[in-house]
């Protein structure tokens, strides 16, 4: 379980006039990259992210991610991702291991193929007198497969932050997503299933 904490003291705003929103809407930003080198010898340019599928529950899968509130509403408003989360999650992933030298020019040159089971995407948020509490977790097993389609392997990866915020805490939700998935990211090309899967593919 990977877990990370964002605090954001923003200033509280001023309530606007207008009509309250039936959801809100969040548009998604990229993950942060890592510094450092890049991959090397035969591992390098030798993975391709084939595809992903969402297996949540039907009640929790699609754009819903849960509720929200408002500053201009009391009651939650449903929390809805700007596309759809699974789609996201594979972008990022790919963009992720290009960063690393390790994503392929193509499908064709890769000798590892990832497909992704996305089981996890939401967010849930506790109302306080001064700070509200968003919990946002993402989880998601990437299954590590030859060109033929039989299975290497497989790591399960799990991200949790957690923001506490005075106001209407849209952009840290997207922010925070972003960066459980960063983590998430690291995680994986850390873990030993994926490694021994890479060395062996590659040797």
């Not at 009640?59 to 509403?73: I, K, M, N, V």
Request: some cysteine; aromatic content about 8%; charged content about 20%.
């Amino acid at each position: 379980m990977v877990h990370r904490t964002l605090v954001f003291a923003a200033a509280l705003a001023l309530a606007v006039g207008g009509c309250a929103p039936k959801a809100v809407l969040l548009t998604p930003v990229s993950a942060p990259l890592p510094e450092g080198a890049t991959a090397e010898g035969p591992t390098a340019w030798s993975l391709w992210v084939a595809s992903s599928q969402d297996v949540r529950p039907a009640d929790r899968s699609g754009r819903l991610l849960g509720t929200l509130y408002t500053r201009f509403e009391k009651t939650p408003q449903d929390a809805l991702w700007d596309g759809y989360p699974v789609d996201y999650l594979k972008a990022q992933l790919a963009r992720y291991l290009l960063h690393r030298g390790l994503e392929a020019s193509e499908a064709g040159r890769a000798r590892v193929h990832l497909a992704i089971d996305l089981e996890e995407f939401s967010v849930t948020e506790v109302p306080g007198p001064m700070w509200d509490e968003l919990t946002v977790k993402v989880g998601y097993t990437v299954r590590l497969n030859d060109p033929r389609g039989q299975e290497l392997g497989r790591v399960k990866l799990e991200g949790l932050s957690v923001v506490k915020t005075p106001m209407a805490p849209e952009r840290q939700v997207v922010t925070a997503f972003a960066d459980a998935l960063a983590d998430t990211f690291g995680a994986l090309t850390q873990s030993e299933t994926f490694q021994t899967v890479l060395r062996e593919a590659t040797r």
